[in-house]
């Protein structure tokens, strides 16, 4: 129980990068009220769950959670705690929400929660769920939590409608942020020691924010005048559309010595008449196409993917030419998921596959993709590559970092090695990181 004059906050994020990154705003907007941050939700005075909505594991898990944290709470005989339900369950699940669980105090979705601190306040609202992007990004602070490495929210929202997707009801339509407010953040980010930028957006590479002279500006524009900063050494983007990936784009992974060489792209199915069903607007073709392309002209980028699984009405032939097109693309690392009908979505409606189905197809394209990183980093082992250090290991003297790859690099070092971009010499290989030796 928390019986001093701090009060404490415990912010638990679910699901994608973008809820990290609205998890540390809330955060931030909760500081100068004189809030503290606690990992312990005993000890906390206001309680934030930032929840996820994409598949019905997620959206299940929160109402788990609320029911587990009361109990624990009520175990501990805890002072009351203010109750929130932030992000994107809240969004679409408001008064399902208000029903199961009447513990909670306050309900605000992903576009709103600029407003937390004053329903709080007031105690005025129980639900906040409007789209207010603009609004919003202005109203926010921007404090660093990670001193290297900083995610930075540039686009939200989607226009695309893929049936299987929640992303345009829950996150509502594309918003692109104007250069100068996304440059003033990096800025308040520089002065404490970032050197790496993660530019996010759910369809990223569809940026399209007005520049200083009001001009509609694209995601080149963007990354070339964030490389203008000394400061910052890395720039990444993630997660992109195959539609949205335009020739200039390709060409700026050669021009601009700061973007890194690796590609979060999604395709989810690469059969054209599932991509067809899923409503995503290119085929298996074009996608190929755009990674020849890339590959000709920078033949060393790493390439990620999404895939979903068990979509309505996929055959073995069509699961087959997903295999097949991972086969032929091979990926560094890529992620994959059994489709999961959601409320409110074109596919929800649609005859669903058999669970076992679903499950023997996810099991066989993870091991292949599992294959595939595997390999990936074995080929680094005996070769040098360059690494930012951007964290302190679990063991003594060890220190993690990224590859330009994105791959997770350990060593060992004497000296602080934090904020540090050296060369290093990979000596072995695990499954899912590598281990190097500083030259
Ligand atoms: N905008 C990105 C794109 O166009 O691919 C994807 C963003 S979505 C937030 C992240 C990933 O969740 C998707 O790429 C997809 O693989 C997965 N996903 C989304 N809806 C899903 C569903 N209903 N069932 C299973 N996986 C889903
Ligand atoms: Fe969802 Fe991405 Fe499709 Fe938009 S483009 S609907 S975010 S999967």
């Known amino acids: 129980m928390n019986n001093n004059k701090i009060k404490k906050i415990f912010v638990k994020s679910y699901g994608c990068q973008m809820n990290v990154y609205d998890s540390d705003r809330i955060k931030n907007l909760f500081e100068p009220k004189g809030y503290q941050e606690t990992s312990d939700v005993e000890d906390a005075d206001l309680i934030v769950l930032n929840t996820c909505h994409i598949r019905e594991k997620a959206a299940e898990k929160v109402y788990s959670d609320i029911g587990r944290i009361t109990k624990k709470r009520t175990k501990a005989n805890s002072s009351k705690a203010q109750f929130v339900i932030a992000g994107c369950v809240a969004q679409a699940e ?68 893929c049936t299987f997707c929640v992303v345009p009801y829950t996150r509502g339509s594309e918003f692109s942020r104007p250069v100068n407010q996304i440059k003033l953040e990096i800025k308040k980010y520089i002065e404490s020691g970032v050197q790496e930028v993660i530019l996010l957006g759910q369809n990223v590479n569809a940026y399209h924010g007005e520049n200083e002279n009001n001009m509609s500006v694209d995601l080149p524009y963007l990354i070339n005048s964030i490389s203008e900063f000394d400061e910052i050494k890395r720039i990444r983007y993630m997660t992109s559309h195959p539609n949205d990936m335009t020739q200039s784009l390709i060409d700026t992974h050669v021009s601009n010595a700061k973007l ?31 990674v020849e392309q890339l590959k000709s002209k920078r033949p060393d980028i790493a390439l990620s993917s999404d895939f979903i ?46 669970k076992p189905i679903k499950k023997a197809r996810l099991s066989a394209l993870q091991s292949l993709l599992k294959e595939q990183q595997i390999k990936f980093n074995k ?30 690099v350990f060593t060992n070092s004497k000296k602080n090695l934090i904020g540090k971009i050296m060369q290093t010499h990979i000596s072995h290989s695990t499954d899912f990181a590598l281990q190097a030796e500083i030259i």
């Open 94 to 161: 408001g008064e399902e929400i208000k029903k199961r669980a009447p513990q909670v105090d306050f309900i605000v979705g992903p576009q709103s929660y600029h407003n937390l601190p004053s329903m709080i306040e007031k105690n005025e609202e129980f639900v906040s769920d409007d789209f207010l992007q603009n609004e919003k990004f202005k109203n926010l602070l921007f404090k660093s939590s990670n001193k290297i490495s900083e995610f930075v929210s540039i686009q939200e929202g989607c226009d695309k409608f």
């Open 260 to 290: 890194m060489p690796f590609l979060h792209l999604p395709i989810q199915s690469g059969s054209d008449s599932i991509l067809k069903k899923m409503n995503r607007k290119h085929t298996r073709k074009k996608y190929i196409d755009i």
């Open 309 to 354: 699984v068990g979509f309505p009405g996929e055959t073995d032939n069509d699961f087959d030419y997903t295999m097949r097109l991972v086969k032929e693309i091979e990926f560094s690392i890529a992620y994959s998921f059994m489709y999961s009908p959601r409320p409110g979505t074109p596919a929800f409606k649609l005859n669903q596959i058999d």
């Open 379 to 408: 080929s680094f082992v005996g070769k040098n590559i360059e690494v930012l250090f951007d964290r302190k290991g679990r063991y003594e003297n060890q220190f993690i970092g990224r590859s330009i790859y994105n791959q997770s």
